[in-house]
């Protein structure tokens, strides 16, 4: 079983920055995938960013050149460092996690969700 624990969500005005992280409990292999994505309220689950087998990493337009990923293998966890920040960031923020052959940033495949951490950016 696998479980996922986010972390550093907060309130913020427009320019500001917010480092998130997510602590993956259980067995995640090197085969396994780990997204960040975000939910606000009326809209669907948006992929933000992924890192893949490779390292290689993807980033949704919206959050590109704002938002960077990354991943500590040796304590499992994945951090989201958010700069910039806009009052259309506004969301609960959830990292996602399971085993694939390339890295989604889609919902549906991802089994395995952490609770969430709510990002509010004000003017």
């Known amino acids: 079983q696998v479980q996922l624990v986010e972390s550093g969500g907060g309130s913020v005005e427009a320019g500001g920055s917010l480092r998130l992280s997510c602590a993956a409990y259980g067995y995640l292999d090197g085969s396994a995938c780990m997204t960040w994505f975000r939910q606000a309220p009326g809209k669907e689950r948006e992929g933000l960013a992924t890192?893949?087998?490779?390292?290689?990493?993807s980033y949704a337009d919206s959050v590109k050149g704002r938002f960077t990923i990354s991943q500590d293998n040796a304590k499992n966890t994945l951090d989201l460092q958010m700069n910039n920040l806009k009052p259309e960031d506004t969301a609960m923020y959830y990292c996602?996690?399971?085993?694939?052959?390339?890295?989604?940033?889609?919902?549906?495949?991802?089994?395995?969700w952490g609770q969430g951490t709510q990002v509010t950016v004000s003017l």
């Open positions: 890192i893949d087998h490779d390292g290689t990493t």
């Open positions: 996602a996690a399971d085993w694939m052959s390339t890295c989604l940033m889609v919902a549906s495949p991802f089994r395995y």
